[in-house]
């Protein structure tokens, strides 16, 4: 959790950068993607031990706080992102929590919250989710994989959390050790077929850290420049098709926690660095 607090003292010293407080989401634009008696038990505290187990941590006010910021963050960075081309989460990346259960240290998922939430306002976009956390995205594909105008994409570790996957429309699944050549080359063919299939006119990034060498969770090794150039290669492929993205942290689990936090201010530099050349 300390990563959040560095992360922030660190951007804040990016140029050009405006920070605006992370909202709470209304709980009624939880619904679009949450069973309400779900999102009740979560507000009032009645969740089940079972339930409370399989999220990670403890409920308590302050649970139920953040994890409201944390979607309203995502879902206002992504209407952020409508006007100025790229806006970016410092949090999110929520991407365990399915309909009517948290999982993972993800209460609510705030990516398939904001993108349905988005659509209702913005009604002719295409979205696509380009996961790149070293987890699947076994909540976001579940709640999101019958809607026409979304299309999720996960690239993850084969051997690793969640032990049991959904099915995203695309899913590439990486063996351990799995090095930047492999990697970057999987998400460029990746990336090439999904735009066949779908025009990307918003695209949620999700840029965890945790593919990274010296992860404690990874397993696959991946160096900074090979994190640097998947970030430049989405940065890209959006810039290329001309849309709008939301940037979320996702995971991020180093030894090092000051090694965690540079990787993830990396992304924002280099979408600070694509947003001054936005069209937008």
């Known amino acids: ?5 560095l992360l922030y003292d660190a951007v804040r010293q990016l140029p050009d950068i405006v920070f605006h407080e992370a909202p709470k989401i209304e709980l009624e ?3 679009v993607a949450h069973d309400k008696a779900y999102i009740d038990r979560v507000v009032t505290g009645q969740l089940s031990s079972e339930e409370i ?19 309203g963050a995502t879902y206002h960075a992504a209407l952020s992102a409508m006007n100025h081309g790229i806006a970016a989460s410092l949090a999110g990346g929520t991407h365990h929590a399915h309909r009517s259960r948290g999982s993972g240290f993800c209460v609510f ?16 976009l295409n979205i696509v989710v380009v996961d790149l956390d070293v987890h699947q995205g076994d909540g976001t594909a579940a709640i999101l994989n019958t809607h026409q105008q979304i299309f999720t994409f996960s690239m993850h570790g084969e051997n690793n959390y969640p032990f049991t996957k959904e099915k995203s429309h695309l899913d590439i699944a990486l063996p351990d050790g799995c090095n930047d050549n492999h990697y970057l ?17 918003f695209v949620f990034y999700l840029a965890g850290t945790d593919p990274h060498e010296n992860d ?23 810039k290329k098709h001309q849309a709008n ?8 689990y180093g030894n090092e926690i000051n ?5 993830h201010t990396n992304t924002i530099r280099l979408a600070l660095q694509y947003n001054s050349q936005s069209p937008y």
């Open 1 to 5: 959790m300390d990563k959040y607090a």
């Open 29 to 31: 634009r939880l619904l």
């Open 53 to 71: 187990k399989e999220i990670g941590f403890p409920w308590s006010p302050r649970m139920v706080e953040r994890s409201l910021r944390s979607v």
């Open 109 to 124: 998922n705030d990516i398939a919250v904001a993108s349905l939430n988005l659509l209702e306002e913005f009604t002719h």
């Open 185 to 201: 080359k999987q998400l460029e063919e990746s990336l090439t077929a999904i735009e066949q299939l779908i025009k990307p006119d």
């Open 216 to 238: 404690r969770l990874g397993r696959l090794k991946l160096s900074e420049q090979g994190l640097y150039q998947r970030d430049k290669t989405v940065f890209e492929w959006v």
């Open 245 to 252: 993205c939301a940037v979320v942290m996702g995971g991020g």
């Open 259 to 263: 090694t965690t936090v540079a990787l």
